[in-house]
């Protein structure tokens, strides 16, 4: 079936540290989505990519999605603490069949960051 | 603007029995779709109804099943509740299937 896989599972920084967390699907995505969710609360969208190769950026967030469309990360440059949480990633495969509307969800890379 | 509000926040059910969970989309919004995110996982996406029909399905046994209502609105319903049921149970909308998916707060199920 379709996976996607997201490394690290854990990192821990210290605060003014960077952070990169790397997903990896096992089929080209049609597009995939990023999102944070903070202890306690629920996933908060944060960006889409769509185009190959395609690299979008939110103040100190980096995004990027591969040439393949099958992979995908997200860097943080000098991390804050208002940064921890957990980050997913969500890919959409290819439109057509039973896939169109699914999202499937990373494991997602708990971010802890130590002042 | 609303966003998506579901209820009810937490609830707790002992094994065997049925739990329905509520949802509202967004305002403007026409999808919603439902998601199972155990402790430390995930979300797991359970199903997605448009026009007040399922159009999409996970890999969830017939005892998750849902309905969406002429205003958008939907429920999740669960029978036969067993243990590893328990997780947060989050609701998304979106306008039409691919659009972004805006998460509600979710509703924390635990069974006993």
């Known amino acids: 079936g379709q996976q996607v896989m997201q490394i690290p599972q854990y990192q821990h920084v210290q605060e003014g540290e960077d952070f990169t967390t790397y997903c990896n699907s096992s089929t080209t995505l049609s597009n995939i989505q990023w999102y944070k969710q903070r202890p306690g609360g629920h996933p908060v969208f944060l960006i889409q990519?769509?185009?190959?190769?395609e690299v979008k950026k939110q103040k100190r967030l980096t995004f990027q999605f591969g040439e393949a469309k099958k992979n995908s990360s997200l860097h943080i440059t000098a991390t804050q603490t208002t940064d921890v949480g957990t980050y997913f990633c969500?890919?959409?495969?290819?439109?057509?069949?039973?896939?169109?509307?699914?999202?499937?969800f990373g494991q997602g890379t708990i971010l802890t960051v130590h002042p | 603007d609303a966003g998506v509000t579901q209820s009810p926040t937490h609830l707790i059910k002992t094994r065997g029995q049925q739990v329905t969970l509520r949802c509202s989309p967004k305002s403007g919004h026409d999808t919603v779709s439902w998601y199972q995110q155990a402790l430390g996982q995930g979300p797991q996406f359970i199903f997605q109804y448009y026009e007040e029909e399922e159009r999409q399905r996970g890999n969830f046994p017939d005892r998750f099943s849902g309905h969406q209502f002429p205003n958008y609105s939907s429920e999740l319903n669960v029978n036969a509740l067993l243990l590893g049921d328990s997780a947060l149970y989050l609701c998304?909308?979106?306008?039409?299937?691919?659009?972004?998916?805006?998460f509600g707060a979710g509703t924390r199920l635990s069974v006993l």
């Open positions: 990519l769509v185009k190959s190769g």
């Open positions: 969500a890919g959409r495969h290819n439109a057509g069949g039973t896939s169109y509307g699914k999202l499937t």
């Open positions: 998304a909308s979106s306008l039409g299937a691919r659009d972004i998916q805006y």
